[in-house]
């Protein structure tokens, strides 16, 4: 079930949130057991069958945790050696679904052999609840865990908001959000914000983020070949694309947990005003920035064995992250960009060399939009097609303008039709960087607490946008990840 449709929004969530306080007034345990089964119910509209792999997995985990906190196998077996198997396990059952055929793949590719795949369908938010739950056996063994109930467990990794494709959340933010009494009535200020944020998620999907999808489609998938303008028009189509449909989902998930008096935490503050590649990473995609560091980058070390292993620590991260997003090897390669970009961030830091904000603003956000380029690409070759039109391609100007600019042409400019830049792309794009550069994001509109009549007439505006604007359903970028 897409945030998106029509069954989500006008069927779903308003049932769920009217029986959900209905039955906080009888008991709230009902009211817990009602969510979890609505997020199932959510869950398994997608595919029956995924449905098992997240019980399982919620299971297994709820008891390894125990095992570890109440250190039951310490006769046979230490804490650590329990910890150590139940994240294995978790890393195995997302690696076998995950990057399986992936192996297959390229271990045919090395040694000629005929090895077939395995045609395993990804179970959705695999990504999503596997990393979850790891910080939740961590935390476990390191003490940070008081006993909940398997009910509250339940609930934490499968809220519907955020089950799908996160943010990724801790258990320290959310289990005592779903225990606090104050939370089981309806909360009016938090119901207006959070239609608001909502809306204005929908918005960004509906109306941005899958407009920007076509060029950006028409570039990466419909040429065979791309002229300068039409390579950068691609690659930026892409990148504003990416972060209007991912900043629209997590706005949409937090305005929907709004409605239940649940905070989920910010992923987004403004990413693209990022001045480095290290202020990029501390905006975007904030909470799985937040799980790299405290449960991958800190164990391995951090900054404390010296340059050399902190450089080592930096890319075995953003491989990960790259890994985590997709196996492919453009995944792996955008990881590796982004690993090699913050050691040189880090090496250019220790020369204490200052350079003009406009001019490390325009390299950050130019490497990150080249970057994108590999994240998009389904091959190497559909990538290097872009990155070859941005950089020597030709130059290409619309046909129309031949008769007044066609003294251009001994200068090496050649007139035709162009995929995907249009006057209505071009506005498009100028609207992307007025809308990424410019606004409050949605952290500091929430932090404000603006709850007003313009507040309430703009979420209508936006969200009667949007629903008349439905003419075909699309799924959310990470929702494949």
Do not use: C
């Not at 918005?203 to 791309?226: E, H, P, Y």
């Amino acid at each position: 079930m897409l945030f998106n449709s029509f069954e989500y929004i006008f069927a779903f969530l308003p049932l769920v949130f009217f029986l959900y306080f209905a039955l906080s007034k009888v008991r709230i345990h009902f009211a817990k057991v009602l969510l979890i089964f609505a997020s199932l119910f959510f869950y398994a509209w997608w595919k029956l069958e995924y449905l098992p792999i997240l019980l399982a997995s919620i299971v297994f985990n709820f008891t390894v945790a125990d095992l570890i906190r109440e250190n039951k196998l310490r006769s046979f077996m230490p804490k650590k050696a329990v910890l150590i198997f139940g994240v294995v396990a978790n890393i195995a059952l997302l690696a076998y679904y995950k990057y399986a055929d992936f192996f297959i793949e390229n271990v045919n590719a090395v040694l000629g052999t005929e090895y077939s795949s395995l045609k395993l369908l990804l179970p959705l938010a695999i990504s999503f609840f596997t990393f979850q739950q790891i910080t939740y056996l961590v935390d476990s063994y390191r003490g940070d865990i008081k006993k909940h109930s398997f009910l509250s467990y339940t609930l934490f990794v499968t809220f519907f908001p955020q089950l799908i494709a996160g943010p990724i959340v801790h258990h320290k933010e959310m289990i005592p959000q779903f225990e606090s009494k104050l939370n089981w009535v309806k909360d009016y200020q938090n119901i207006v914000m959070g239609l608001f944020i909502f809306s204005l998620g929908l918005f960004k999907k509906v109306m941005i983020a899958d407009q920007f999808a076509v060029w950006a489609s028409a570039g990466f998938d419909g040429s065979q070949t791309l002229s300068l303008l039409e390579a950068w028009a691609t690659s930026l189509s892409y990148t504003f694309q990416l972060y209007f449909d991912f900043s629209g989902y997590t706005d949409m998930a937090i305005g929907a947990a709004l409605l239940f008096n649940i905070k989920l935490p910010f992923n987004f503050n403004s990413p693209y005003k990022a001045l480095n590649i290290q202020d990029f990473w501390r905006r975007w995609h904030m909470t799985l920035t937040r799980f790299l560091t405290e449960y991958i980058y800190i164990p391995l070390g951090g900054s404390h064995n010296g340059k050399l292993r902190t450089y080592i620590n930096i890319m075995i991260v953003f491989l990960i992250g790259g890994m985590w997003h997709g196996a492919g090897w453009t995944f792996i390669f955008w990881g590796f960009l982004h690993g090699l970009a913050l050691a040189i961030h880090r090496g250019w830091g220790a020369l204490s060399i200052q350079v003009p904000r406009w001019l490390a603003w325009f390299i950050t956000f130019n490497f990150v939009n080249i970057a994108w380029v590999f994240f998009r690409a389904n091959t190497f070759d559909d990538a290097l097609k872009v990155i070859k039109g941005m950089f020597s391609g030709s130059i290409v100007l619309p046909e129309l303008l031949a008769s007044k600019l066609g003294f251009l042409q001994s200068y090496g400019f050649e007139f035709g039709a162009l995929a995907n830049i249009t006057p209505l792309s071009i506005g498009f794009i100028l609207l992307g960087f007025g809308l990424v550069l410019v606004p409050k994001n949605t952290m500091q509109l929430m932090q404000t607490q603006l709850v007003s009549g313009r507040a309430i007439f703009l979420s209508a505006l936006l969200f009667s946008i949007s629903i008349l604007s439905f003419y075909k359903v699309s799924e959310f970028i990470y929702f494949n990840f």
